[in-house]
């Protein structure tokens, strides 16, 4: 067919792959170099390779329990998020109600603040709650930017399925529920997927809730990676190590949705 | 057009509450200070207006919000047609699709501080990749001494960092499209480019709106990436309004003007998204009466 | 308008062995150049297959199709000059109706003055004249739908145009004007039209002959009648009639053929000397009989519906031996029997099929 577009979309994938992937190579360069070699020469590989940082992270107690902390509360906040805004992206998409329009631009509107803003009054409601410190704290304390974006791109997919779709379900005598999990939610895998990934994503990187309201149990990993700097100046080398572990948790989060993602609209025999 | 009825609030209730006990206390909390002078926590004076006056009076305000804005068109002039770009070149089935989405993702996943912090090293042309290489090809670049490369690095880092959310949303959204809208196009004798006006696009309009609203938020908002990698500078080249503001407010340590100058820059990112919003819901009407919908 | 030959098989797998890989079972058919064909059959049975194949959006593992004698099977279905109506609507939705419908035409480079014409004649055909320049992706489902008729019919070379469920979104009280609409197309046009569908009342009222398939395997093409009358698989008789034809097992014997219990004379000579086989009729065919009348077999009444034209007695025959239920459609001006009564049911007659393995023989 299109021999020739197709050849241009791959050449611009691989560029762009590269492009990406380049920062991310000079991180893992830098993971496996001294902090010496880091600041001192350029080399594409490490001269002196160390596996150091690494060795760090694994056996600090205060950097692995971070990662465990941090998968917790996302992995709590990613469930909550999408689990409220289902229903009512598929109340957004279907139906007209009183104040629909407004309350729908209103949850936009909570992710337009810094997120400094809230420091404060969050650090003293959650101790009021005598919340703090806990995986739950931060994970409620995410609702507030993930869950209006799960609305707002679950709303987007379920737009796209047509209405009569439903109608013919109800026709063919499904419950409502029934309908809702087996029919309608395969047809919106993708923003399904593109959402859990993206609540996840959005927890998992977040800083200045999760250092406020956590200190020694709830620990994420985000925070111990601020603790890089001492004596001897910034530690780059278990920085950039961190950095390349925290990709992997996400990584294989994405890969578990692709399928989500990818299949897509698969309209069968309804 | 969309049956009303009133019942599906109870459907929404739950995301209500959800967003309004992280939203509406704290919120109420920093209206209450920025009409408040709070010298200390026992000791504090209403001012009513006081902040917002003195916010509005900065001339130095003026500068961050115009650096700020055209920072936040470059990023929407680039990362939305490279996003879309990139979706469409994405594979769409077989492992090929699998390893192409970790690696488009892999940007999203570092923390922010990190991603400044790599960067950082990476443009340095003594130890960097990228630094070394601009050097190599002759260019005098550092993007510490001079503004138009703190500048283009910056959005470069951007643009490295986010684009792959605009290609995820749009990537999904082209995935969304069943196959009998590419079978009827090719019946029809519709070039590639008819498949991707008529099509694609309109196909896509729900997720880019997602994703023009999101990334000009963002980017908005941006702080860690560019303070990390230049601290704003050289001067105040990339400094932008959270930093501005910050600044201020931690110079001051006061909470009172902080969350007088929290609310300005709220209001202002209120204000130009929902201009976006409705100049973006009129251009798109067709899909708001489509089935569905309408 | 194009004749449409077929000679093949389908299937998904690299090398198929059994049936069971195949999605389509080797098959030779003739749609006839203007004809009005359903392809009708249970979900899974290979007719959307079938219909991609004919369209061009699947190549056949093996063997090839032919339009008027040309051999069309590595041609896309835009070079095959065919139109397909899909499930669901498919439409431009920033495009208004008219430009909708101009897009084929215009893709081709089709002169401005003549599209115009053609829209408005499509349009005056479907009933949409009034709404050429509306937003087509504001109207309703049966009227998107008439748009992506229309886009096939527009071109006036249109080889045939094949509907795949098209009915299924639309409002059953307009699923009737729809497909009155259709019948009349293919009167004024004479187009070859396919028509896949899982509901027999769609496919007998549009079709002049109906494929019925099941599990890959197009098992009878008839008019409504020959499907009715003359089944020539089981799968034939119980799918088509509501409710479907009655089957019973029955074996040969000396001197006639056993069934439900009974021996009864046997109606062909040949049937005397088979094995087991099974006997079918339609209970539009089974009537109440005298006690002990020739082709009868007694039963007990076990249910009785009245169903408005006409009553439905269900009876379980067969007592003791071989216990089967029996239906009979019988018409409300007799006398209907009683839940429990014993009744006589006459089955052997000149509508009675049977069959061996599945396979019609008499």
Known sequence: MDERRFKKRTIFLIVYLVFAILPVYWMVNMSFKTNEEILSTFSLWPQHFTTDHYRTIFTDESWYSGYINSLIYVAINTVISLGVALPAAYAFSRYSFLGDKHVFFWLLTNRMTPPAVFLLPFFQLYTTLGLMDTHIAVALAHLLFNVPLAVWILEGFMSGVPREIDETAYIDGYSFPRFFLTIYIPLIKAGVGVAAFFCFMFSWVELLMARTLTSVNAKPIVATMTRTVSAAGMDWGVLAAAGVLTIVPGAIVIYFVRNYIAKGFAMGRV | ?294 | ?362
Request: hydrophobic fraction near 45%; glycine fraction near 8%; charged fraction near 15%.
């Open chain 3, 1 to 362: 308008m194009a004749r449409i030959e077929l000679d093949l098989a389908h299937a998904y797998g690299p090398n198929p062995q059994r049936d069971e890989d195949y999605a389509l079972l080797p098959l030779k058919m003739t749609f006839e150049d203007g004809g009005a064909y359903a392809l009708l059959g249970p979900s899974g049975c290979g007719k959307t297959t079938l219909l991609n194949i004919v369209s061009g959006l699947v190549t056949p593992s093996q063997g090839g199709l032919s339009y008027d004698g040309r051999d069309v099977t590595r041609l896309t279905p835009q070079q095959r000059n065919i139109a397909q109506v899909f499930q669901f609507p498919v439409i431009y939705d920033t495009m208004t109706v008219a430009e909708n419908l101009a897009f084929p035409l215009r893709n081709r480079g089709v002169p401005a003055d003549r599209i115009k014409q053609r829209v408005g004649q499509v349009a005056e055909m479907l009933d949409m004249s009034g709404q050429l320049n509306l937003r087509a992706a504001g109207l309703a489902a049966d009227a998107k739908q008439k748009i992506s008729l229309g886009r096939g019919l527009v071109r006036e070379d249109v080889s045939a145009v094949l509907f795949d469920e098209p009915l299924t979104v639309i409002d059953p009280h307009l699923k009737w004007q729809l497909r009155r609409k259709l019948k009349q197309i293919h009167h004024e046009l004479k187009l070859t039209l396919i028509y896949v569908t899982h509901d027999q009342v769609e496919a007998l009222t549009f079709a002049q002959q109906v494929v019925v398939m099941t599990r890959g395997k197009a098992v009878q093409i008839g008019t409504a009648s020959e499907l009715f009358e003359r089944p020539r698989h089981t799968f034939v008789g119980n799918f088509i009639g509501s409710p479907g034809m009655n089957f019973l097992a029955a074996c040969g014997a000396a001197d006639g053929i056993e069934v439900a219990g009974r021996r009864l004379a046997a109606p062909k000579a040949a049937l005397s000397g088979l094995g087991a086989f099974t006997l079918g009729v339609r209970p539009e065919y089974v009537r109440l009989a005298a006690p002990n009348e020739p082709g009868a077999v007694p039963g007990v009444v076990t249910q009785a519906q009245d169903i408005g034209t006409y009553w439905l007695v269900t009876a379980s025959v067969g007592e003791g031996v071989d216990p089967s239920l029996l239906r009979a459609r019988l018409s409300s001006e007799q006398t209907i029997p009683r839940v429990g009564e014993t009744v006589w049911l006459s089955i052997v007659g000149e509508h009675t099929c049977y069959y061996v393995d599945e396979d019609l023989i008499a």
């Open chain 2, 1 to 294: 057009m969309k049956p009303v009825n009133q019942k599906a609030w109870l459907l929404v209730v739950p995301v209500v509450l959800c967003v309004a006990f992280s939203a509406i206390l704290p919120l109420m909390t920093v209206v209450n200070y920025s009409v408040q002078d709070i010298i200390s926590p026992e000791r504090r004076v209403f001012v009513g207006t006081e902040w917002f006056k003195a916010v509005m009076r900065d001339d130095d305000l003026i500068g961050a919000l115009g650096r700020q804005m055209v920072f936040s068109l470059a990023v929407l002039a680039v990362e939305i047609p490279l996003g879309i770009a990139l979706a469409l070149a994405m594979p769409a089935k077989g492992w090929t699709s699998s390893a192409v989405l970790v690696l488009v993702a892999i940007s999203l996943l570092i923390p922010w501080n990190v991603v400044g912090t790599i960067w950082q090293i990476y443009g340095r042309t003594d130890i960097g990749l990228m630094g070394a290489a601009l050097a190599a090809l002759g260019f005098d670049y550092s993007y510490t001494g001079n503004a138009t490369h703190a500048w283009l690095t910056v959005l470069l880092m951007d643009v490295w960092h986010w684009t792959p959310l605009v290609a995820l949303l749009c990537y999904a959204g082209l995935r969304a499209i069943p196959d009998a809208y590419y079978q009827a196009a090719s019946i029809d004798g519709a070039s590639k480019f008819a498949v991707f006006r008529y099509i694609q696009l309109p196909k896509l309009r729900g997720v880019l709106m997602i994703a023009v609203l999101l990334r000009f938020m963002d980017s908005f908002m941006i702080y860690t990436e560019p303070f990390v990698l230049t601290g704003g500078g050289p001067g105040n080249a990339t400094t932008f309004l959270s930093q501005y503001l910050t600044q201020k407010a931690v110079g001051q340590f006061d909470l009172g003007p902080a969350a007088a100058f929290s609310l300005i820059y709220f209001l202002i990112i209120l204000l130009l998204c929902f201009i976006l919003y409705n100049w973006m819901q009129r251009v798109g009407t067709a899909d708001k009466t489509e089935a569905g919908h309408g």
